[in-house]
């Protein structure tokens, strides 16, 4: 019914940066308050940024804030997480996801949409 791709994900140094997208086809995602997560293995999902749709107010998880930056580019009907400053503990797949109705669930189970992730991995 609709698609969510992320794409980016990369091989990295530590302290190195990489951007990630996230892009939808058949929707637009305007519509949609948009959130990054990321799992590791072994270990929960866990939130790291998400974006409003009314506002483009935005949010970042305790471990990103400061090196992650989330946004939107409404005109190309993307959106973007820039990672500055990466260590080996960021290196997770990478996930977007949507909500409709909900402001940036902080967890995520409200969120309709999930991409298929993409592998950021941080090693020397």
């Known amino acids: 019914q609709v698609q969510l791709v992320e794409s980016g994900g990369d091989l990295v140094q530590p302290g190195g940066s990489l951007r990630l997208s996230c892009t939808a086809s058949k929707f637009i995602l305007d519509q949609y308050y948009i959130a990054w997560f990321r799992q590791a293995p072994g270990k929960d999902r866990e939130g790291v940024s998400c974006?409003?749709?009314?506002?483009?107010?935005?949010y970042y998880g305790g471990n990103v804030q400061g090196r992650f930056t989330v946004s939107r580019d409404r005109a190309k009907n993307m959106v973007y997480l820039d990672m500055h400053n990466l260590s080996q503990e960021d290196t997770a797949v990478y996930y977007c996801a949507t909500v409709l109705l909900v402001s940036c669930p902080y967890t995520t189970g409200p969120y309709d949409y999930w991409g298929q992730g993409t592998q950021v991995t941080v090693s020397a």
């Open positions: 974006i409003s749709k009314e506002d483009d107010a935005t």
